[in-house]
């Protein structure tokens, strides 16, 4: 009987498996596909890597970084160039720069001079006299005021592609939430903070610093991750097990694979929501039916690769976004071959275009090739780019990124607090404690430790942290 069973193979449950191994204890990852790793998938043909899911990660994550010592992956790593700074967002019917610091702000045209005076007015904004969670949007116009709710749109667009007057700002941002508590004013806080921050050092992959973080990807994009854990897991690793229940039985659990079954000590669900839920019913229906309830947005991506010689000039920076306000059909596009130009070969570029979230979620049903001629449209209209692609790769994700719109932390606290009722459950993924790679794996880095500490089969406390409010 192995320590552990750990349904779900993507980077949650790859990143447990492998922490628990490290310490001794016998585990089996059960993924029902034919390979590991989930949404997180590179593409290496034509010369071109293209990444299904995500393309990189920052580093500054400590549990991201001591996981890829663990693997001997340091040497691998590869930082993003220094174009990544430049930035832009489609406002006002075209691409405008994202300035860098607040005295670049106030030069910029993407507000209106009455709009920055308003924005700067934050200093004197009050706290919330109303307590508990609120949407992006009711955040942003209270303290802002309402010319920048592109801006923040804009923003997250590029993590969640969702909604901005839904999501919950303590489950997206909750940064912004503490600063407005401990410092009142989000510029003041801001600013002070800045002060005490010590200038960033050398990335360490056993230890990042905190700091201004840097986006990096793997010597062969973010499979390489992927391969290495795979092959770390060896045969504790199975493909093309799909589970088709779970059930209690005496001291210990039972996953029911096509013709055997799987038994363990403990038993951790790192599946997505609207998978997990099914196989939670047999065993708690309110469970279930709380998992189910996490919404997933519809994601399209769209990677076009164009000979340089058919640009008049390769866009650079790390690309733009498009807030909803601005009617456009692309969420926004990553300049990829600008970022990290080893993702294509030296006389191509990569771009990396995204169409659907919350907000758009019907493009989805269009066929590929419409959608490759919508992405192509948007760039021209965008970027001026009117050649024919020389390299185009579609990626679909009808489930692709949860919405954590406003009740979501209630709503895990619930979800966790149920799940402890049952001895030995543990759930894991995206779905509730962040969206982003390195989100998982912190998290899964935290149900490791919690694992190998509490003896027998403990029930599992709840992991959520909801930030105070006034």
């Not at 593409?43 to 001997?72: C, M, V, W």
């Not at 010319?147 to 590029?158: E, M, R």
């Not at 965008?382 to 209630?410: C, D, F, K, M």
């Amino acid at each position: 009987m192995a320590f552990a069973a750990i349904v779900g193979g993507g980077i949650s449950g790859l990143a447990l498996g492998h922490g628990l191994r490290a310490k001794g204890k016998d585990v089996v990852v059960l993924e029902a596909s034919g390979r590991p790793g989930g949404t997180i998938h590179s593409f290496r043909e034509q010369g071109f890597i293209a990444e299904a899911g995500p393309n990189g990660f920052l580093d500054k994550e400590p549990a991201t970084g001591r996981l890829i010592a663990s693997l001997g992956l340091t040497a691998k790593v590869k930082v993003a160039e220094p174009a990544t700074k430049k930035r832009f967002v489609w406002l006002g019917g075209a691409l405008q720069p994202v300035p860098a610091s607040p005295p670049a702000f106030l030069r910029s045209r993407l507000l209106p001079f009455g709009a920055k005076l308003r924005a700067l007015g934050e200093i004197f904004v009050g706290r919330s006299d109303v307590g508990g969670d609120e949407t992006l949007a009711d955040f942003a116009r209270r303290r802002f005021g309402p010319a920048v709710l592109p801006l923040v749109d804009a923003v997250q667009t590029g993590i969640y592609a969702g909604d901005v007057e839904k999501l919950s700002l303590l489950a997206t941002f909750p940064r912004l939430a503490s600063l407005e508590l401990e410092h009142r004013s989000l510029i003041l806080g801001a600013r002070r903070e800045a002060r005490q921050k010590a200038e960033r050092p050398t990335f360490s992959a056993s230890d990042p610093a905190p700091g201004p973080a840097q986006l990096c990807s793997f010597e062969g994009g973010l499979s390489t991750l992927i391969d290495s854990l795979a092959a770390s897991l060896g045969p504790a690793l199975r493909l093309g097990a799909r589970a088709r229940g779970l059930r209690r039985q005496g001291d210990r659990w039972v996953v029911e694979l096509e013709g055997e079954m799987v038994e363990a000590e403990r038993l951790v669900v790192a599946l997505p929501a609207h998978a997990a839920a099914p196989l939670l019913a047999p065993l708690d229906a309110e469970l279930a039916s709380e998992v189910a309830s996490i919404d997933h947005a519809r994601i399209a991506v769209v990677h076009l690769g164009f000979p340089r010689r058919a640009l008049s000039a390769a866009p650079e920076g790390f690309g733009f976004l498009a807030p909803r306000a601005e009617g456009r059909r692309l969420l926004g596009c990553i300049y990829v071959s600008s970022i990290f130009p080893w993702r294509a070969p030296g006389d191509q570029v990569l771009l990396t275009c995204m169409a659907g979230g919350a907000r758009s979620p019907e493009l989805l049903d269009l066929d590929d090739g419409a959608l490759q001629s919508l992405a192509r449209d948007e760039l021209r209209a965008g970027l001026g780019i009117a050649a024919e692609p020389s390299y185009a790769r579609l990626q679909r994700w009808e489930r692709g990124i949860p919405q954590y719109n406003v009740g979501h932390l209630t709503r895990v606290d619930r979800i966790l607090r149920r799940a402890a009722a049952l001895p030995g459950l543990h759930l894991a993924g995206n779905s509730f404690r962040g969206v982003g790679m390195n989100d998982c794996i912190r998290t899964a880095a935290e149900l490791t430790e919690e694992l190998c500490r509490t003896p027998g089969a403990a029930p599992q406390r709840p992991q959520v942290k909801i930030a105070k409010t006034r």
